[in-house]
Each structure stands twice: as structure tokens, then as C-alpha cells.
């Protein structure tokens, strides 16, 4: 026997320290003690006296320096019946035998024993060294590893790992959500089956910082199902390291952006219709202003029309962004538009509930303010008893899509049979409404009041079934 072994049993049979040995043994982050052939203590280092709770009595304390000892089962255990005393007892070395032991403050430290027998000369047994590895930091690792693994498995992103060769190594349930491939079909196939052809030059890059140890903060691009389909994706890629830091792989985070992008083209889908909007109505405050002016007579009155008439007009607009841009109801509309007047008892509605599109609104509801306004003030509703009967149908006609019928009539006004009014009211409800829906209108000064008849297509009016689809 050669070596620090025999250093160790040297000591031992002479009792003369080898300085070399025990400094080498005392420094040792592992816990290591020797027993000479009767069982007794002879040597530990710190990191058993550590691993003990416990300092033993050198000479006196017999085959282990703990205060108790376990079976795994958790039985009690003999210091006879220990790994060291069974080697020395049996003469034989024994490979990483397990037992727990207790400390005198109850905690429970399991190791690994690796018992040596030590021999002099002439081959006799002297005693042994036994070799203490605590499994309190690798019982930590392997939960730990543990924890890691659930959360992976449990993570709603798709988690893949890969070696250096872009071959798959993992492949948690989402990325099977994701990507529709089980992890038998994934596991030991090349990355580059997720990977459109004309994105082929991302997994060389990715793998060249990858080499070089950095990390790829998180982009967008597209990846492939199963079956060909591509999927907009956000990816985030680590290196994988060993236990001694060299790199290994990579881990690859991949988020299903599907929806996000989605979300991303209705905005602007949505932008480009309010813009669209928006200058549509810069256009009927233009014209406003300019046809108000001509029939104001003091700028104070034509201030206050255009007050009022663009009030009208956020009025439609709040309709509208409430109902996201969709539309809004005939009989909303109505209410909207009349319920700064405060005659919603005389007023009454008739006819089936359509959604009329944006457009509809805005212009429809440009008009049912020029004839609340005029009939506030020289129609129906400016005399008590006045009233407006506002009814609206879908008609069948002779062309190919049905029209739609709206009439506004007022009864029990003032008589305006054989008036001729000209200003902002009577040129929206003759051309600017009627055109915008690319219909018709008829204004008409009756004895009995005002009566407006508006004639269109349905498909002018009425808000498709597309406009209320959001997925």
C-alpha cells in the first residue's frame, strides 16, 4: 500500500502523526475519520464533525461519530451495525453504503459511506478511513432540479432545449400545444423542422452567440406546426451549461403571439377607420360652417348653431366608440340626438331594431339633429300637443338587395304648408344624408308639419354580420 493510505496506517500501528496525511485529510471539504482495528475513533476532520453535530472523544467514541444512527427505513441502527464497523468487522471495503444520522439537536443528516480497510506491511488490517458524503446538498439539487422540471412542464410557453447540433433534447406539454408535434415525434429530431426555409439563417446566428455564451433577448418571427401551418412566435434563448460551465445547448422559450398579432392588425384596422371617420366629419363641419354662415345672422347665432350642430355630431361619435366602431341602433340614435330637447313623451318609434354602420350614424344622426332643432322651434314641438311619429322599415324592392324606409312626420304643429326654407338643415336632409347613403330624401312642409322621407339601400344602412366579428 502506497500513498496517503499508507501514511494513515503508518500512524496508526506506530502512533507517530504523519503531517502530511492528517493535513491533507483535516483540509478536505468532505467529511473523512479513521478507526484503528478495534473500532475506536483515531482521527475526523471538521467537515465530519460538522456533518455529526458533534465533536467524538478520540480513543473512546466507536465507529462513527454520530450521535445516532438510522437505516434508511428508518430504523435504529447499532454503531456496530454501520457501514465502518461492517468493513472492518468483515474485512472488506464497501462502496457507498447509505444511513442516516442524527444529531444531538434532532436534525437528520443522510450520507453515503465509503469505508477502506488500512493495512500495514505485512497486509494486516490496522484499521480503516471512511469517507462521509453528505446527501442533504444533493437531495437539495435533485429537488430543486425537480421544482425546475414541474415548472417547465407546467408553463403555458413552450419550453425546448436543443444540443449544439440543433437536435431537440426536451419538449414540455406546451410546445406540444403549440407546435402539435407529442415529444416522442420531437425529441432527437433537428430544430430546423420548426423553422420556415427562408428563416434558416436565424438558427446559424442563434447557435454562433450561443457558443459565445450569450444570451438572445427575446424577438419575434414565425415557426412552423405540424403540418406546415406558421405561427407568429416570441422567442427567448439561453445556453444551457454542464455541471463544470461548459456549454452544452440551448433553452428556448417560445410564446404564441397569434392573438397579440391579431389584436395588433384590428387596431389598425380600426385606426384607419377612425381616420377614415375623422376626416368625414371634418368635412361635414366644413360644410356646416359654411352653410351656417350664410343663414346666421349675427355671429353670436351662428357661433351657437355650430355649437349645437358639432355637439350633434359627438353625440354619434359616443355612440360609436362605445360600441367600438361597430354601429349603433336606429332607436340609440334617436334617443341620442333628441334627448337634449327633452321630448322624448312625444316622440314615438316604430319599426324593426337595425344596426346601422357608422356611416349611417354619423349622417343620420346629422339630420335627426336638423329636425329636432326645426321642429323645436317652428314645428310640432315648439306648440304643446306637437308630436313626431319617426317609423322605419326593410323593404322588399324590384333590384337585387332591399331597400330600407325611414319617415320622420310631424302632427299637430303649427301649419308650414308653403314654406320654403333654405339653409344647413334643409340642404342635410335633401343631399348631404340622402347621397352619403346613396339614397334619396324628400323634405315636405304639409299642413299637419314637416314630414322627411328617407329611401336607401339596406346595405348603405344596416352594419354587416363582419362588422361584429372580434376573433
Known sequence: MTGEYADVALQMETGIPRVSSIG????????????????????????????????????????????????????????????????????RDIA???????????????????????????????????TLLDLRTQTQGDEARMRLAAIVESSMDAVVSKDMNGIITSWNAAAERLFGYTGAEAIGRPVTMLIPPDRLSEEASIISRIRAGERVPSYETVRLRKGGSPVPVSLTISPVRDGIGRIIGASKIARDISS?????????LLMREVNHRVKNQYSVIISMIRETSKSAGTPATFLEQVRERITALSHSHDLLVDAEWRGATIGDLINAQLKGFAVQDRISMAGPVITLQPNAVQYLGIAFHELATNSAKHGALSRHGGRVEIEWAATATTGATDGFRLIWRELDGPNLSGTMRRGFGSVVLKRVAPQALSGTGQLEFKEEGVVWTLEAPLLCVQASFADFVTD
Open 260 to 268: 397579440h398579432k391579431e389584436s395588433e392588425r384590428r387596431i389598425r
Open 24 to 91: 491533507v485529510m483535516e483540509a478536505l471539504p468532505v467529511a473523512v475519520y479513521t478507526v484503528d482495528k478495534q473500532g475506536r475513533i483515531t482521527f475526523f476532520n471538521e467537515a465530519a464533525a460538522d456533518l455529526w453535530g458533534r465533536r467524538p472523544v478520540i480513543g473512546r467514541d466507536l465507529w462513527c461519530g454520530a450521535w445516532k444512527l438510522r437505516h434508511f427505513d428508518g430504523r435504529a441502527m447499532a454503531h456496530g451495525e454501520c457501514p465502518m464497523a461492517v468493513s472492518v468487522l468483515e474485512g
Open 96 to 130: 457507498w453504503d447509505q444511513a442516516i444520522a442524527e444529531r444531538p439537536d434532532g436534525e437528520l443528516v443522510p450520507f453515503k459511506a465509503h469505508p477502506r480497510l488500512l493495512r500495514d506491511e505485512s497486509g494486516e488490517i490496522v484499521g480503516a478511513l471512511n
